[in-house]
């Protein structure tokens, strides 16, 4: 490989870490990720451009160029065009498609090696990026595609008895399926065993998410992030290409760990995210006046809005429901409304409303909402005592005195937001469907609180007209 | 088990790079606000499509009447391309709602 393309490999090393580094200051981030786009422009280029001898143009490159084109046409309309809210999900679709490219990579690496016997004597060395990336970016694409439908709700949670067992049970297959792969190169078994492997990674990428409930996917989706990364990296070991091995592996231990701090917000282990799947335990009994609390008491427009006005302090708890409903604006307007009436309103964040950690921060910031009014759980949380009104918008299991109180709950140890201290609470809901953990919530059937029902732009839209009205 | 070793052997200066970028990845990442946890993930995401960089390589290297390399080396670089563009422009769009806002009060709609 020439020189002149090490150094730009290098050139785009070194903006991947400075991006990433970037990305993680508020005021940097934009330019970081501007940064991060800049070292990949760069090294793509490179790899076009530079060969073994200086500039020389890659083979293939009109075939290459198109495919980039309709890459960039697809990508860039999708990306725009996707609302704030399902963000998520494209996150996830993306990561997807970066699993699925290695994975091709992988399958046409070993086509045509074993085609040529040209494996056999490579060895092992250059076998296990080749297997390794199949596997994992295999698994990585099917669980990335299946946490995609589980966001935007065309797939279900799916689980049966001995679900691990099973899952151990294939991975063990894949790296016996893999082990004779290698085992017997250039025989039909080896071609048997390759295509095995890659049958049971998808079995194995299908097996793995289905299970872990809809409130998990972010963590899940971080996850199979840094997987990606790994693939990645995989194809620099066989490449020998170093900003492929620096990006993938900055990836992936980059991504394990914003896996585990989004665990830690949750109070929970990883391990816990991954087997204990947040079960469906109690999804009976979602009636208007199920539950053990009594029945709920309903609230209007009208009296809310006079709660509020004359309140000197309230909390806003966003969350899920707010994202759906685009209630952001109107949220903002409401806001701004009782701060000018004398009120002091704050936003509470709990670290995992909405389906992904600081979902709400980009949402309310998207509708001009300043940074000193979001306050973390941790912050807020001493303040609930001396809050006058605490409105919900579309939270659910973050606020669950189950949480708390039961520990047969599935969503016991999540640490909560303390709302049922403050003198009133108002909860803007739809209906009293539950939860995405599916449960139902006690702190409805608390006396303090009254439900006002509907979607949530529209009552908040009412509350700022009768507010106004007063 | 030899097999490893001269894996090993072969990867050094590749697996000393590996083990230091797993502690930068970690540096990076240990002390970043929550609020931010969204787009850095979804940075961390677009910078992985730099496994791009393999599916134009290998479709480079395909040969000239190997259809289906070919036709599998260009969904590569598709899809490839997708995770980059894809990834960076999603982070672009939910960073650009962090910029300092001048004006006071009063939402857009």
């Given at each position: 490989m020439s020189h002149i393309l090490e150094i730009v490999y290098l050139i785009g090393s070194i903006s991947f870490v400075l991006g990433l580094k970037m990305m993680g200051q508020p005021d940097t981030a934009r330019k970081g990720n501007?940064?991060?786009?800049?070292?990949?422009?760069?090294?793509?280029?490179?790899?076009?451009?530079?060969?073994?001898?200086?500039?020389?143009?890659i083979p293939h490159i009109g075939l290459i160029l198109s495919a980039i084109s309709l890459g960039v046409v697809v990508g860039t309309v999708m990306a725009k065009r996707v609302q704030m809210t399902a963000m998520p999900e494209m996150v996830s679709l993306f990561n997807g498609m970066g699993g699925l490219c290695a994975a091709l990579i992988s399958m046409i690496e070993w086509r045509a090696l074993s085609g040529t016997g040209e494996l056999q004597g490579l060895g092992f060395a250059h076998y296990l990026p080749v297997?390794?990336?199949?596997?994992?970016?295999?698994?990585?694409?099917?669980?990335?595609?299946?946490?995609?439908?589980?966001?935007?709700?065309?797939?279900?949670?799916?689980?049966?008895?001995?679900?691990?067992?099973?899952?151990?049970?294939?991975?063990?297959?894949?790296?016996?399926?893999?082990?004779?792969?290698?085992?017997?190169?250039?025989?039909?078994?080896?071609?048997?065993?390759?295509?095995?492997?890659?049958?049971?990674?998808?079995?194995?990428?299908?097996?793995?998410?289905?299970?872990?409930?809809?409130?998990?996917?972010?963590?899940?989706?971080?996850?199979?992030?840094?997987?990606?990364?790994?693939?990645?990296?995989?194809?620099?070991?066989?490449?020998?290409?170093?900003?492929m091995l620096m990006g993938g592996v900055l990836v992936g231990s980059a991504g394990t760990i914003l896996t585990i701090v989004m665990c830690q917000a949750m109070n929970r282990s990883l391990t816990n995210v991954l087997i204990g799947a947040v079960g469906n335990s109690s999804s009976s009994g979602s009636g208007s006046s199920g539950g053990k609390g009594g029945s709920v008491r309903e609230v209007q427009a009208t009296d809310v809005a006079i709660m509020m006005k004359y309140a000197s302090k309230v909390v806003i708890v966003p969350g899920y429901g707010l994202a759906v409903a685009q209630a952001q604006h109107v949220c903002h307007e409401l806001e701004s409304l009782l701060e000018s009436e004398g009120v002091d309103v704050k936003y509470a964040i709990h670290p995992v409303a909405g389906r992904m950690p600081g979902h709400m921060n980009v949402l309310l910031a998207e509708s001009n909402v300043s940074y000193?009014?979001?306050?973390?759980?941790?912050?807020?949380?001493?303040?609930?005592?001396?809050?006058?009104?605490?409105?919900?918008?579309?939270?659910?299991?973050?606020?669950?005195?189950?949480?708390?109180?039961?520990?047969?709950?599935?969503?016991?140890?999540?640490?909560?937001?303390?709302?049922?201290?403050?003198?009133?609470?108002?909860?803007?809901?739809?209906?009293?469907?539950?939860?995405?953990?599916?449960?139902?919530?006690?702190?409805?059937?608390?006396?303090k609180c009254g439900m006002l029902f509907g979607d949530a732009k529209d009552s908040l839209q009412k509350l700022v007209n009768e507010i106004k009205a007063l | 088990m030899s097999e490893i070793i001269q894996f090993v052997g072969e990867n050094i200066n590749f697996i000393?790079?590996?083990?230091?970028?797993?502690?930068?990845?970690?540096?990076?990442?240990?002390?970043?606000?929550?609020?931010?946890?969204?787009?850095?993930?979804?940075?961390?995401?677009?910078?992985?499509?730099?496994?791009?960089?393999?599916?134009?390589?290998?479709?480079?290297?395909?040969?000239?009447?190997?259809?289906?390399?070919?036709?599998?080396?260009?969904?590569g670089v598709v899809v490839g391309t997708l995770n980059v563009v894809g990834g960076f422009v999603v982070t672009d769009r939910m960073l650009e709602m962090f910029k300092k806002k001048p004006k006071a009060p009063g939402s857009k709609s």
């Open positions: 501007a940064v991060a786009a800049f070292g990949m422009g760069v090294s793509v280029l490179g790899t076009l451009f530079i060969g073994e001898t200086g500039f020389s143009v297997i390794a990336g199949l596997i994992i970016g295999t698994v990585s694409f099917v669980g990335s595609m299946v946490a995609w439908g589980k966001l935007n709700g065309s797939l279900g949670d799916f689980r049966f008895k001995g679900q691990q067992f099973i899952n151990m049970m294939v991975l063990l297959a894949i790296l016996v399926a893999s082990g004779l792969t290698f085992v017997f190169l250039g025989a039909d078994l080896s071609i048997m065993g390759f295509f095995g492997t890659l049958a049971l990674s998808v079995v194995y990428g299908l097996l793995f998410v289905f299970p872990i409930g809809g409130a998990d996917m972010p963590v899940v989706i971080s996850l199979l992030n840094s997987f990606t990364g790994v693939a990645a990296a995989c194809g620099g070991f066989l490449y020998h290409n170093n900003v000193d009014k979001l306050v973390e759980m941790e912050h807020i949380n001493p303040e609930f005592g001396t809050t006058d009104t605490v409105l919900i918008v579309g939270a659910n299991d973050v606020v669950n005195p189950a949480a708390k109180t039961d520990p047969a709950s599935p969503i016991y140890g999540m640490p909560i937001l303390d709302v049922d201290q403050s003198k009133q609470i108002v909860v803007l809901k739809r209906s009293m469907k539950s939860g995405y953990a599916g449960i139902d919530n006690e702190l409805f059937f608390n006396p | 000393y790079l590996m083990v230091l970028m797993i502690f930068v990845g970690i540096e990076l990442i240990s002390h970043v606000p929550s609020v931010l946890h969204t787009p850095l993930m979804s940075g961390a995401n677009a910078i992985h499509g730099v496994v791009l960089i393999g599916a134009i390589i290998v479709l480079g290297k395909a040969g000239n009447d190997d259809y289906l390399s070919l036709i599998l080396g260009f969904l």
